[in-house]
């Protein structure tokens, strides 16, 4: 009894001992790749930012360093707008009497200069508002005469006063009826002295005001054209200006004589004006008009035309780095600085073989305005001071996307 009591006890024992050393391993086991795991996460976190060059590598990427310097760099901001020409240089023909288009020679984009014969308006009431204007002439010459000799009359009191007045407004009736239709046939187009020499005219000529183009025709031959209907448009492109959208919030920028560079659509040649006029009147859409004048002036261009443009609002003095030294990955910018962690006695280290590795680390910064080679830049604390690569920057960014690819496929 006592010998199986023993055996039992110790079965027991056993039992217990057992599942303890399998807990502890139970808990080893889990607890160590959790570790490992981590390091590892950690490890892969410290390389994605970080680039190691052996010598060979830095040589060949041609790897300079630089310093935060501080530049004079324009102030900036960006707008959008229209090429347009002053109201004077635009001009719409129109007739101020309905009429026939009888005859034109005007194709759109023609030249044509001021004076030319550019259409011929006919209309069979031209010639009664001429037979109108020649009967009340002929009619006030009888009145003028008679009031002359009802005045003589009347100072010797031979007629009645009555008759003397009725004389007076028959004159003066005449008088504003002539007045009235020569003042209709010069501003229909017709030529007075033709009709007083007694040459009935049924059609009007139209003549350019303006040097220009033509950009819009909106008539053909034939066709009955209303005082209210606009026959063609003619454009004077010598002087077109940049006429610019700027948002209200850039607004306090804005300064007489600013310098403005521009592009065109499909262009890629900067053109240069300056602000001329700033608008008094902020739209619907938060917006001020903005008119520049172009330093240069190109026959070629046409009203209407779209353009981008970057208005200067002067110089500061900023930090800055060259354009070559900022890379752009996954649309934030970066630069490489010299990696001076704690672990690392040096930029430098040794293997034990002697080769040396150079490290760099991947900086996210900010970046402001940017002129001749040069960006403002915005940075991290600390990075100022720092050892920056102003060239061979995207040689580094190229290497760490190859690591990164390959510790994926790993």
Do not use: W
């Not at 300079?64 to 001009?91: M, R």
């Not at 053909?220 to 005082?227: A, D, L, Q």
């Not at 959208?245 to 053109?271: C, M, S, Y």
């Amino acid at each position: 009894m006592d010998f199986k009591m023993k055996t039992i006890q110790g079965m027991k024992f056993s039992i217990i001992v057992f599942a303890a050393i399998s807990l502890f391993a139970s808990c080893g086991s889990s607890g160590k790749p959790s570790n490992i795991e981590s390091k590892e996460e950690e490890k892969y976190e410290e390389e994605g930012s970080e680039v190691i060059l052996t010598e060979a590598q830095f040589k060949t990427a041609g790897i300079s360093f630089g310093v935060i310097e501080s530049k004079q760099i324009s102030g900036t901001f960006k707008a959008n707008g229209v090429l347009d020409v002053p109201p004077q240089n635009k001009v719409s023909i129109s007739v101020a009497m309905g009429g026939f288009l009888k005859q034109t020679s005007l194709l759109e984009g023609k030249r044509v200069r001021k004076g030319e014969m550019i259409a011929v308006i006919e209309n069979p009431e031209y010639v009664g508002m001429q037979q109108d204007y020649l009967e009340a002439k002929s009619q006030l010459e009888y009145a003028k005469a008679d009031y002359g000799r009802q005045q003589e009359l009347g100072k010797e009191n031979i007629n009645a006063q009555k008759t003397l007045q009725q004389s007076k407004a028959s004159f003066q009736t005449l008088s504003a009826k002539v007045n009235g239709l020569k003042e209709k046939i010069k501003v229909s187009g017709l030529s007075l002295t033709a009709v007083e020499n007694g040459n009935i005219q049924s059609s009007i000529n139209i003549y350019s005001p303006i040097n220009g183009f033509v950009t819009e025709i909106n008539a053909n031959i034939g066709k009955f054209v209303n005082p209210t209907d606009v026959l063609f448009e003619i454009v004077d492109t010598e002087h077109l200006h940049a006429e610019l959208t700027v948002f209200e919030k850039d607004v306090p920028k804005l300064e007489i004589g600013q310098k403005v560079r521009f592009t065109l659509a499909n262009e890629t040649t900067e053109r240069i004006a300056k602000v001329y006029l700033i608008g008094r009147e902020i739209g619907a859409d938060r917006t001020v008009r903005i008119h520049c004048h172009i330093e240069k002036e190109d026959i070629h261009l046409l009203p209407g035309m779209y353009l981008k443009a970057v208005v200067e609002t002067g110089q500061m003095q900023v930090p800055a780095l060259p354009d070559e030294a900022i890379v752009d990955y996954q649309g934030q910018k970066y630069i490489f600085v010299a990696s001076d962690r704690k672990e690392k006695t040096d930029t430098i280290n040794r293997k034990e073989g002697g080769e040396s590795e150079y490290h760099f680390e991947m900086i996210a910064i900010q970046l402001g305005n940017s002129d001749v080679g040069y960006a403002e830049v915005i940075l991290p604390e600390g990075v100022d001071k720092a050892k920056i690569v102003v060239k061979g920057a995207y040689s580094l960014l190229s290497k760490m996307k190859n690591s990164e690819e390959e510790g994926e496929h790993h």
